[in-house]
Every structure is written in structure tokens, then in C-alpha cells.
């Protein structure tokens, strides 16, 4: 199940972008081909031509994972705010808000995946990029909680530009935090499974995102501390093609599983049947 694959990107040519009309449709980011909302609905937001996987919300993504009803979120209510009085930051959280509306970058609560009981935390990038700030870290911190209460498998889907400066020490403690939350849940024994979606960066690749028993991911993704550029001018080298996106992560042993959208919540699945050993309780 968990043999190597080569993945090679897909070479396809570039039309003029569309970009977005709010209740219509968009175009695909990476190939232009343009879609109303019905056709990427239908195929799970992901691209015919060039197999691009188009950004989902939080909401969109639960509803493609979870049984139906099932989902039951925890701590909805919990907003950021500005406590280092950073200039102009209470316009940016009003706008994501605005944008996503969520009240923060990530949505938690228990669900059941094919009658298995499982605590989900799903990032969204439409809320500044899915930085990670105080609330994100609190909430993952507590959705990890919960699941050893529960005593059930954890399933976090991330989406994330990295830590959230605006919110600065505050923002990078959030990293210690989850990690140390983790481990707690780790020596209890129970399964973790990481889904990383594009772009997965920064501070919550490098602390809770990485930290699974099991990590996915879905082709195309990119996934790395600092983007390319920046590590090229930092230390003056010219690096792999797609070293940071999914195949190649896959193919150097950072990752499981590289998992296409519309198979994923199958894969979820045999992942919680094999580790439960067997049916639902």
C-alpha cells in the first residue's frame, strides 16, 4: 500500500486566466480551462485538463470527507484579535472573515468517516492564507484533546501560508505548542493521519502538519518551510525541479501517500478500518 510512485507533472497549455465570478464559476489557476461551480462541484473541485486540484473550503472539504449529518463542530466561537495592536490588522481579520466566512482559519469537531469515529480539524485558505495564529494553534491544541478523551484517530487537514505575523512570538509559540499536544497523543497510542493540501508552509509544516503517523498529500501540492525562491537567494543554488511539490516529496520518503481528491475519503477509510481492525465500534 505504501510502494513508491513516480509522480511527473503534467505539461499542458496555458490560456489567458479568468479568475473568479463569485456565483458562476472560475478558472483552473494552473491551466485557464474555465468551469462553472456545477462542473468543478462534480468533480471534486479538481481540473479535467490538467488535473489542477482547485482550493476547497472548510466546508466544502468536510462535507466531501465526513458521512453525512455527521459532523459536529467544537469551539466555532473562538476569533483572534489584535493584541499587539498591529496597524491594520483588525481590517485584514474582518476581511477574511468576510472571505471565508469563518470566524478563524480552521474548523474542528467530531465526525465519522464510513460509521468510524474520528475528531477532524480542516484549514482554509480563504481565511488569510490559512495562517497559523493563537486561535489556529488553540484550536488544533484542543482538537487533539479531545481525541484522547475519545479515544479516537485524529485527522488534520491542513492549508497554510505559515505562521501569522501579525500576531508575531504569540503566532511561532503556537508550533511548540501543537507539537508538545501531539506527543501527549502519541504516547496514548492512538493514529494521527495528516492530509496536506496546497500550499502546505512554514510554521505549521514544520510543527503539526508533519507530526502524523500517517501524512497524504494531494498531487500538485506545495509543501516545504520557505518557498523556492526565497531559498534560492538564500543560499545561492539552483534546486530541483518540483523539489517541493508532492511527487517529488513522495519519491524522497517525506510523505505516505500521494492521494487524488476523489479517492481520499476512501483511503481515509481502509486507513481507520486497518488500524481499528475491522468494523466501526
Given at each position: ?237 539552483r534546486l530541483p525541479e518540483n523539489f517541493q511539490q508532492a511527487g517529488f516529496l513522495l519519491d524522497h ?29
Amino acid at each position: 500500500m505504501f510502494g513508491k510512485k513516480k509522480y511527473i507533472p503534467i505539461k499542458v497549455p496555458v490560456e489567458p486566466r479568468n479568475d473568479t465570478i463569485p456565483g458562476l464559476g472560475q478558472s483552473c489557476p494552473e491551466c485557464g480551462k474555465w468551469y462553472t461551480l456545477e462542473e468543478l462541484s462534480g468533480n471534486y473541485g479538481v481540473c479535467l485538463r490538467c488535473n489542477w486540484h482547485v482550493a476547497l473550503s472548510a466546508r466544502q472539504r468536510i462535507e466531501m470527507l465526513c458521512d453525512p449529518q455527521s459532523f459536529e463542530e467544537f469551539n466555532a466561537g473562538m476569533a483572534a484579535g489584535n493584541r499587539l495592536n498591529f496597524p491594520g490588522y483588525e481590517q485584514k481579520l474582518d476581511q477574511a472573515r468576510e472571505d471565508s466566512g469563518l470566524p478563524e482559519a480552521i474548523v474542528t469537531g467530531r465526525a465519522t468517516l464510513g460509521g468510524y469515529q474520528v475528531v477532524l480539524g480542516v484549514m482554509d485558505s480563504h481565511f488569510m492564507m490559512g495562517s497559523m495564529g493563537v486561535v489556529v494553534g488553540e484550536k488544533v491544541c484542543r482538537a487533539v484533546e479531545e481525541a484522547i478523551e475519545d479515544e479516537c484517530p485524529l485527522i488534520i487537514c491542513s492549508c497554510s501560508g505559515g505562521a501569522r505575523m501579525q500576531e508575531g512570538i504569540f503566532s511561532l509559540m503556537q508550533m511548540a505548542k501543537t507539537a508538545a499536544v501531539l506527543e501527549r497523543f502519541h504516547q496514548k497510542g492512538y493514529l494521527y493521519i495528516s492530509v496536506l493540501t496546497n500550499p502546505t508552509t512554514g510554521g505549521v509544516l514544520a510543527s503539526f502538519a508533519s507530526l502524523a503517523d500517517i501524512i497524504i498529500s494531494e498531487p500538485g501540492a506545495l509543501l516545504g518551510f520557505t518557498g523556492p525562491r526565497v531559498i534560492k537567494q538564500t543560499i545561492g543554488e539552483r534546486l530541483p525541479e518540483n523539489f517541493q511539490q508532492a511527487g517529488f516529496l513522495l519519491d524522497h520518503g517525506m510523505l505516505d501517500l500521494v492521494v487524488e481528491r476523489n479517492r481520499l475519503r476512501e483511503q481515509l477509510i481502509l486507513l481507520l478500518k486497518l488500524h481499528q481492525g475491522g468494523e466501526p465500534w
